[in-house]
């Protein structure tokens, strides 16, 4: 069964940076749309950023825009996500998302959580 592992989050002060990592061991990384979600107590699961599967290119949500950053690291199998200027409404769980560009399959992770808080 393809999991993804996360790691990284933690509680960080309003201002401060966090990077969470994605990985998984068995994955060939360029085959696969790789993105970020979050989601916060009492709501949805929203998307936070992603890479898109063929052109790579890099999108985000509105309110992260110049803050967050995706990137991904193909030999070590790992994306990550930097997380600057972080903010009180940055608290939630993030979760690691892969699309397989060939079949469609997905993939979540388990979960990393972050805190942002004085």
């Known amino acids: 069964q393809v999991q993804l592992v996360e790691s990284g989050g933690g509680l960080v002060q309003p201002g401060g940076s966090l990077r969470p990592s994605c990985v998984h061991p068995?994955?060939?990384?360029?085959?696969?749309?790789m993105s970020w979600y979050r989601q916060a107590p009492g709501k949805e699961r929203e998307l936070v950023a992603g890479?898109?599967?063929?052109?790579?290119?890099?999108y985000y949500q509105n309110s992260v825009q110049g803050r967050f950053a995706i990137s991904r690291d193909i030999a070590k199998k790992t994306v990550y996500l930097q997380m600057n200027d972080l903010r009180a409404e940055d608290t939630a769980v993030y979760y690691c998302?892969?699309?397989?560009?060939?079949?469609?399959?997905?993939?979540w992770g388990q979960g990393t959580q972050v805190t942002v808080s004085s």
């Open positions: 890479l898109s599967g063929y052109t790579w290119s890099d």
């Open positions: 998302h892969a699309e397989d560009t060939r079949s469609s399959a997905e993939y």
């Open positions: 068995g994955f060939t990384l360029n085959l696969y749309a």
